[in-house]
């Protein structure tokens, strides 16, 4: 997922690897409870840096793939405005995987690990990257709404307890401003265009619906809850909490442009301040995980092809007395 | 009114040529060696489609042609005048770098002599992005360079590529019928002094490099992009890029 | 397979199986610093890979320069950057209770007031 992807700590293959003493645990979450970052050569829990090595390089791999969905369009932008709105946003996810990339290596994962573990189907990244954007439509509603729901999740996770991830993060929320931004703008510009342009504009926003919905992970009655992750500021937001907060705020962005939403149970309960919607197809969602979407596939030959052809350009500059190290991030 | 013909041919085949290269550098964002390259690359897109845009905004409000996105957009590829080294595919990324090096080296020195041109609007955009297109020669010299004494396959690589590439980057230069007025107008002293002061130029680089300068006297340039005559790969490009646009000709995006 | 994206399907992604993942395959990782404007100081900005110094800067130029004002660059091996031991932080524990190198703890107006007091009434 996003920055949204958690080890269960319940299940027993990741039970407490080592004994870790008690000492140095708590004085761990004392610095942690009080709003002290964590920095790459502090001591931390293996089960800390575990979780989030996961977080920070799915979170990365989420960049880069998602590069490619939008990548789609860049040849095809319809004019000046758009065609450099959207070559400048792709660099910047570009520029967030290349971030957080070098904040995951901090935890001791290196890139080509990374990369490679990305390009064999090892590793995951948000499954929203998995569904093709078919017309010019989904650029405007990846750009608005997927980056919308990003930003929802980044920010909350801006206030963890990961010294070089919440910096790279400071960064991208910054830039995510403009990549809002320039989805709304090309959104409304569709929304008061023709009747194509609209008609183009709502098939783009149903079939991205779905997708969307899935973004922040599985109800929390389904998901894994851990009250350490928590506590340990990995996590900090539930997802059904992110799924409202996005809703609060994207829903009606949408539905004053006069375009709808489909699922006819979508609506806010005055009396508990939460949406209620029809469960969204979470078989899916798995089935999609696991590699069965209508773009993994050709997602990851896209980075096996990129490691091939350019393969020649980094052999030719390995150096022999190079030395290995960590990145400060 | 020669001489607003001349400065606007001279307008044309620059904004042309910039856009389509930009274009074709654009098809690696998201794709390209490195990440940090990649970035670097895509930076350089924009600035070039950036350039393209600020030529025909030129166009527009001095010389009463149609606003920058039609002429970008809506032109049928017999209306451009771009050279055929920035017209071929995409193929791998020696050429795109070699192309990137050959092109802008003669990008920097004309607008080097455009800050003078006695043209004000585009001496005066001459010298605005006169920072950028020195970013875009250092960072092709140092690739260039550094590829050049990497290992055999990447000089191989980077050499044909050169080989390859020459014959259309002397399209570049390809003289205008304007020549002449644009000399006594005191806008630029032409084709053919520039294609010197550039050859001089890459020579050096290649050399330094530790690369081979194909002998230009024996090459045929590919000539014919300023009179509007271009390879088979402009139209699909072209087709390509207004896909969206095409559409709906009245629509607004 | 056939691609949404143009670009994609002009290239043979079936020559990506013969990839290889290669642990040995990177180049060497620099520290760069960045200023904002003439007269302050240059702050650590981040990361990046590179085959050399000249290339660092190179690139260092668009990932950490190209959304902000920039006056200056500078570029570092990661591998000549030396640092403390979180364990090592303790060294500085005692450093703001170290009075005597601060301005306030040095009061001089009492004294001198009751020294023109004692003057006066000599
Ligand atoms: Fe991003
Ligand atoms: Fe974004």
């Known amino acids: 997922m996003y920055g949204n992807a958690f080890i269960d700590p319940n299940d027993p293959r990741n039970k407490q690897e080592v004994e870790e003493s008690q000492e140095l645990l708590d004085a761990f979450q004392a610095k942690i409870d009080n709003g002290q970052k964590i920095e790459p050569s502090d001591w931390m829990p293996k089960m800390y840096r575990k979780q989030l090595t996961r977080m920070i390089e799915q979170h990365a791999n989420s960049e880069l793939i998602g590069a490619l969905p939008e990548g789609t369009w860049i040849t095809r932008a319809p004019n000046f405005k758009r065609k450099m709105a959207l070559i400048a946003k792709v660099q910047d996810e570009v520029g967030h995987a290349q971030l957080l990339y070098n904040a995951a290596e901090t935890l001791g994962k290196s890139r080509e690990a990374m990369l490679n573990d990305l390009m064999i189907g090892k590793a995951k990244y948000s499954n929203v990257f998995n569904y093709p954007a078919e017309t010019w439509g989904d650029i405007a509603v990846i750009g608005f709404l997927v980056d919308g729901a990003a930003i929802v999740n980044q920010l909350i996770n801006s206030k963890g307890s990961y010294g070089p991830y919440c910096r790279a993060l400071k960064r991208i929320c910054a830039e995510e401003a403009f990549h809002l931004k320039q989805g709304h703008d090309n959104l409304v510009a569709l929304a008061v265009g023709t009747p194509e342009q609209r008609q183009m504009l709502q098939d783009a926003v149903n079939r991205w619906w779905q997708p969307l919905m899935h973004f922040f992970g599985p109800p929390d009655k389904q998901s894994v809850h851990s009250e350490q992750l928590m506590r340990w500021k990995v996590k900090l937001a539930s997802n059904d909490d992110m799924r409202n907060q996005f809703l609060d705020q994207y829903v009606p962005k949408i539905l004053e442009l006069g375009l709808s939403i489909p699922d006819p149970n979508l609506r806010k309960n005055s009396e508990t301040k939460r949406w209620e919607m029809s469960d969204p197809d979470w078989d899916e969602f798995y089935r999609v995980i696991k590699g069965d979407g209508p773009c993994n596939k050709e997602r990851l030959a896209v980075r096996r092809w990129v490691k091939e052809h350019h393969q020649w350009v980094t052999d030719a500059l390995l150096r022999p007395e190079r030395v290995r190290t960590v990145p400060l991030a | 009114m020669h001489r607003d013909e001349a400065i606007k041919e001279l307008l044309f085949k620059m904004a042309d040529d910039a856009l389509i290269l930009g274009h074709r550098n654009s098809e690696w964002t998201g794709i390209g060696p490195t990440l940090e390259e990649d970035i670097a690359f895509s930076s350089m897109a924009q600035d070039k489609i950036g350039h393209a845009f600020q030529l025909y905004t030129i166009l527009h409000e001095h010389f009463g042609e149609a606003n920058p996105d039609i002429l970008g957009f809506k032109r049928s590829e017999k209306e451009f005048k771009c050279c055929h080294l920035v017209e071929l595919p995409t193929v791998d990324y020696a050429f795109s770098l070699v192309r990137h090096f050959l092109f802008d080296y003669a990008d920097g020195l004309r607008y080097e002599e455009l800050q003078n041109a006695s043209f004000e609007p585009l001496a005066q955009l001459a010298k605005k992005i006169k920072g950028e297109i020195k970013y875009h020669t250092m960072h092709a010299n140092v690739w260039i360079k550094l590829l050049a004494q990497g290992n055999e396959e990447s000089k191989a690589r980077i050499q044909s590529a050169i080989n390859e590439a020459m014959p259309y980057a002397l399209g570049i230069f390809e003289p205008s019928e304007y020549e002449k007025t644009l000399q006594e107008e005191k806008i630029f002293s032409g084709e053919n002094a520039l294609q010197t002061k550039w050859v001089e130029t890459i020579q050096t680089l290649i050399e330094k490099a530790g690369l081979e300068m194909p002998d230009i006297t024996i090459l045929k340039p590919q000539l014919g992009g300023r009179k509007a005559y271009h390879t088979e790969h402009l139209k699909p490009l072209l087709d390509e890029m207004t896909e969206v646009v095409r559409m709906d000709e009245n629509a607004s995006w | ?122």
């Open chain 3, 1 to 122: 397979m056939k691609s949404l994206d143009p670009r994609i399907n002009r290239v043979d992604l079936e020559k990506g199986e013969n990839a290889e993942s290669n642990m040995d395959n990177f180049w060497e990782s620099f520290e760069v610093f960045h200023q904002k404007k003439t007269g302050t100081a240059y702050t650590h900005v981040g990361s990046l890979q590179a085959a050399n110094h000249e290339m660092a800067l190179v690139l260092a130029k668009e990932q950490y320069g190209r959304r902000q004002t920039t006056t200056g660059l500078w570029v570092a091996k990661t591998s000549n950057i030396f640092g403390l031991e979180e364990s090592e932080i303790e060294m500085f524990e005692t450093t703001p209770s170290k009075k005597h190198r601060e301005a306030v703890v040095y009061k001089t107006r009492d004294k001198i007031t009751a020294f023109k007091n004692r003057n006066k009434d000599a």
